[in-house]
């Protein structure tokens, strides 16, 4: 970790509204630039946006585990690059994110390894088993006091099991973030939309319905029980008509969309490259629309880039039997950019609600998804909304290379992130 | 061409020039020294990563009938259990100076991902469940043969029903793509459980009508059904599916004057054929077998054969 500390003064940056104004770092926090001593070191943003430091609600650091695939310090390096100043760290290591201790551990490795803030997300079930419930109240009253759960990599599909999560986590105001795949109706070989594309490829198809029927279900569990479902990485239209319908009865749900589901395209997979290999798979384009219509609308109200490394090793393998997912902590923003804010979808202050108030509001962390105002962590990322590049894996700083951006041209945007004062990247 | 991973890579012209020297290769089957010099001093290495007995055999024979040096390599297991990479595996094979790869895997998309890793040339010899171009081509020359005998040359109007799994098979994929190119008019013929997603886009005809189709069809091309489907729930149970799809000898009897029965192998007699319809006069079973020979020697020979290859 390389952090500048000491006092910074931003001069001349625009806000995601659309005034211009410094920002004075002191000791961590926004400061009144006024009060800036003479002498202070300077970042001129003539031109460049400051908006509050973008927040990942889903993200897989593999440390403990999959060292060889990242670690935490170089998943948050990435997160940095990308802009982002908090990431929350999936359950599905080696060990299992299951105990207060395994939450605490990965907590440790934030504060010790990270250039970002690391937000440690608990199994809902012990070893993602999907039959016994993990220690979740130890996990909310740890030091890393969780509030998100998730057997993300696998769905919890028994019902019982699900309602008795969404119950339990009640008394700690957590949430039960679901990754929503009828293991029927999608099954372990299932590794491409079904679709014109799984069929002419001779691919196990994986229909969008095996999403929406979770979807469904949990909604309908969540109103029962009347506590709180977070649906990770939505992909497909039908989903977006159910949450929209759950949202109009008050159901507690909130949801995320990944910044390759609002971008890529099923035909992608017709090379069989494995690097296009995701779990939910790449969608045909009338769900991207469908998302990116609710991204827009806030029926999707988070970005979650579901940031996936696999060593080279795991994926040189046939498509059916590659690991699924992909990279996405440094496109993410670019891909919003060209997705929603470029085309005139969503405008500036929309997408700071999508990437960094909506996240940190969604796993009750105060020090993140804050307005850039005096008094507030010193939590920015600096933007140039012009530039652009033609994104190169080999560039990256995530130690894994399945980068679906490759050779594709897009924005470029981040041109600094600070992190509690520090910065922890700049171009 | 440089590969031969799908019936995609080929359009007419090509399809012909293979059909046509595979006939010139069939002469050489009936004489008693078949060797013919064209491949000396090539490295052909046929890969199994899934047992085959008629598709390995046949190529290793076309391999050798062209004197090719042909390399059988068994790879039977999944790399991932050996703990290696399909791509490791392949390079390894790759820094030999292998001239061609023969590749047959279980997985779709396998002979695509090897041709874009290695230097050799790629003949796909099945993939998974999505094609197995050699088997439409010698589909197809068998298909030929029988239409001149019976003095109906020409693919143009021909129906060509394809019966059974279609879902999970290879063969039927490739058949599509290349009856579409001979111009015959294809319909495929299965219980709706079986029919592939998207299939009203394949420019082809799609029923679970078998009785109303057999009449009209020129050719019959009766799949290979697994049992582990019936299990899977595709289907209730054999005797329904044979009842429902099997050619059975009442509707061997039903078939359209002239017309031929067809299928890839291994059969399973008694459930989507009967044996009364797999030993007909008009059962090209065992041609398409001879054929295998000849259209291997062809196809490698347009791809290994010359400087220019033949095709390319």
């Not at chain 1, 509030?147 to 696998?154: E, L």
């Not at chain 1, 339990?168 to 957590?174: A, C």
């Not at chain 1, 997408?351 to 796993?363: C, D, F, G, K, T």
């Not at chain 2, 820094?95 to 790629?122: E, P, T, Y």
Request: a negative charge; one cysteine or more.
């Amino acid at each position: 970790m390389t952090p500048t500390t000491g006092n910074l003064l931003i001069t001349g940056a625009k806000l995601a509204d659309g005034t211009t104004t410094d920002l004075f770092i002191a000791d961590g926090k926004l400061a009144d630039p006024a009060s800036a001593p003479a002498g202070t070191q300077r970042l001129d943003a003539d031109g460049l946006m400051a908006l509050p430091g973008l927040v990942d609600s889903h993200t897989h650091l593999r440390q403990p585990g999959r060292e060889d695939a990242e670690t935490v310090d170089t998943g948050t390096a990435a997160a940095a690059r990308g802009g982002f100043t908090c990431v929350h760290a999936m359950a599905n290591l080696t060990p299992v994110t299951d105990t207060a201790e395994a939450a605490e551990y990965v907590q440790s490795l934030g504060e010790r390894d990270g250039h970002c803030e690391v937000r440690v997300v608990g199994a809902v079930t012990k070893g993602l088993g999907g039959e016994e419930l993990s220690e979740l109240g130890r996990m909310a009253n740890s030091k890393a006091a969780v509030r998100v759960f998730s057997d993300d990599g696998k769905c919890v599909s028994d019902s019982l099991v699900m309602r008795r999560a969404l119950t339990y986590v009640k008394s700690f105001n957590g949430v039960i973030a679901q990754h929503s795949q009828d293991p029927r109706l999608a099954g372990p070989n299932a590794c491409c939309h079904e679709s014109e594309w799984s069929g002419r490829l001779g691919l196990a198809g994986w229909p969008s319905q095996a999403e929406s029927v979770i979807v469904a279900r949990d909604v309908q569990l969540a109103e029962l029980t009347d506590s709180r479902i977070h649906v990770c990485h939505v992909s497909t239209a039908e989903s977006v008509e159910v949450i929209r319908w759950a949202k109009k009865r008050g159901i507690k749900v909130t949801t995320e969309v990944t910044p390759h589901h609002l971008l890529l395209d099923t035909p992608l997979v017709a090379g069989y490259d494995t690097t296009f290999k995701v779990n939910p798979p790449l969608r045909t384009s009338e769900h991207l629309e469908a998302v990116r219509e609710a991204l827009a609308d806030g029926t999707i109200e988070m970005v979650g880039t579901d940031h996936a490394p696999h060593a080279r090793q795991d994926k040189d393998h046939p498509f059916d039997v590659a690991l699924p997912g992909m990279l996405g902590l440094e496109q993410a923003l670019a891909v919003v950019m060209e997705v929603m804010v470029n085309t005139g979808r969503m405008d500036w202050p929309t997408l700071v609600e999508r990437m960094s108030y909506a996240p940190a509001r969604y796993s009750q962390t105060s020090t993140q998804g804050r307005p850039l105002a005096i008094g507030e962590p010193a939590n920015v990322t600096l933007v140039d909304p012009n530039a652009r590049a033609t994104v190169d894996a080999e560039a990256s700083r995530s130690r894994s290379r399945n980068n679906p951006y490759h050779g594709r041209e897009l924005p470029d945007p981040v041109v600094a992130t600070i992190w509690r004062g520090r910065i922890t990247y700049q171009r | 061409m440089r590969h031969l991973l799908s019936c995609a890579d080929l359009d007419l012209a090509s399809t012909n020039a293979i059909l046509d020297l595979a006939e010139e290769m069939q002469q050489v089957q009936s004489r008693s020294v078949k060797k013919l010099p064209a491949l000396r001093g090539r490295t052909v290495v046929n890969i199994f990563f899934e047992d085959s007995t008629r598709t390995r055999t046949s190529f290793e024979i076309a391999g050798k009938w062209l004197s090719a040096d042909t390399i059988n390599v068994s790879a039977k297991g999944s790399s991932v259990s050996k703990g290696e990479s399909l791509r490791d595996t392949m390079l390894t094979l790759d820094a030999m100076g292998v001239d061609a790869f023969v590749i047959r895997h279980a997985s779709s998309g396998a002979a695509a991902q090897v041709a874009s890793w290695v230097k050799a040339q790629v003949i796909n010899a099945g993939d998974g469940q999505h094609e197995h171009p050699t088997q439409a081509l010698l589909d197809a020359f068998s298909m030929r043969q029988h239409f001149r005998r019976i003095g109906a040359e020409g693919f143009a109007g021909k129906k060509v029903a394809i019966v059974g799994d279609v879902l999970h098979s290879r063969v039927a994929r490739s058949n599509v793509l290349l009856q579409q190119i001979l111009g015959s008019d294809v319909v495929l013929v299965a219980p709706p459980t079986l029919v592939p997603t998207g299939v009203n886009e394949w420019d082809c005809e799609v029923t679970g009508d078998f009785d109303t189709v057999l009449p009209e069809a020129d050719i019959v091309m009766m799949l290979r059904v697994q049992r582990e489907r019936m299990a899977g729930g595709f289907f209730p149970t054999e005797r329904e599916y044979t009842e429902r799809y099997g050619l059975t000898p009442e509707r061997l009897a039903k078939m359209k004057p002239g017309a031929a029965i067809c299928h890839p192998g291994p059969m399973n007699r008694g459930v989507e054929i009967s044996s009364a319809a797999a030993d007909a006069a008009n059962s090209l079973v065992l041609e398409q077998v001879a054929a295998g020979v000849a259209i291997r020697m062809s196809v490698l020979y347009h791809l290994l054969g010359s400087e220019e290859g033949a095709l390319r």
